[in-house]
């Protein structure tokens, strides 16, 4: 398969823990974007990658939240000291961006997180 | 005024009907717009881009419109598995005329029944 993969497809976790998500994109992809989504809303704009570099992060992202893209391959999401509020779809997403390309984006299947 | 709008449905239509969404976005200097697809807890899926000039691939015609600031979306003889959200989805450009990341709007609901 060589489509935009994430893991855990579900995480149910105690309020006050810490959890980590993983995406792997589309090789030749150089951005990669986190999304989050919550039930009848639209994906939300978490951060995104250019290669190793993140370039944008949203008022969304608190500082329990951290993003990294280290050798510019996968990506990492942590949620420390999860909330309630934090349950939702983690949606990771991959473009090859260019001033040539439309940029469109291939989404993962997302992670489901519920935070009891 | 959110950077991106739609009615969020549900549109209830017969199979073979015509249906049309609306999507307006608030930043005029918006450069890029396409159409998501996202079935029942599934990821979105790129539908189709949305060109100045408008275009049309198969039953699908999607349209820009930047003087009023919104997009379209046509759906002709629509089937049973049309049935989904479509997502909205527009590039702004930002302060210092770099490309944005890219916004979705929350969707509009379509439901085709025999």
């Known amino acids: 398969d060589t489509g935009v993969s994430q893991d855990p497809r579900h995480k149910i976790t105690k309020r006050g823990q810490n959890v980590t998500f993983r995406c792997d994109p589309i090789?030749?992809?150089?951005?990669l974007y986190w999304y989050r989504q919550t039930l009848g809303q639209g994906p939300e704009f978490l951060t995104y990658?250019?290669?190793?570099?993140?370039?944008?992060k949203s008022r969304l992202l608190s500082d329990r939240f951290s993003a990294e893209r280290p050798k510019g391959s996968f990506s990492t999401l942590e949620i420390q000291r999860t909330e309630q509020g934090d349950s939702a779809m983690y949606l990771c997403a991959s473009s090859l961006a260019s001033r040539e390309t439309n940029e469109k984006l291939f989404f993962g299947s997302g992670t489901q997180l519920s935070v009891l | 005024r959110k950077e991106v709008e739609q009615d969020p449905g549900p549109f209830n239509v017969p199979e073979g009907a015509t249906v049309a969404f609306n999507c307006t976005y608030s930043n005029s200097a918006s450069q890029s717009f396409f159409w998501y697809r996202q079935d029942c807890r599934k990821e979105p899926k790129l539908l189709m881009s949305v060109y100045s000039s408008g275009n049309e691939d198969g039953r699908f015609t999607a349209q820009l419109n930047r003087a009023s600031q919104y997009i379209s979306l046509l759906i002709r003889d629509s089937k049973l598995s049309d049935s989904a959200t479509y997502l909205c989805?527009?590039?702004?450009?930002?302060?210092?005329?770099?490309?944005?990341?890219?916004?979705f709007g929350k969707g509009t609901k379509l439901s085709v029944k025999p």
């Open positions: 090789s030749e992809h150089n951005r």
């Open positions: 990658f250019q290669n190793e570099a993140q370039l944008e």
């Open positions: 989805v527009v590039i702004p450009m930002n302060y210092g005329g770099s490309q944005g990341n890219l916004i």
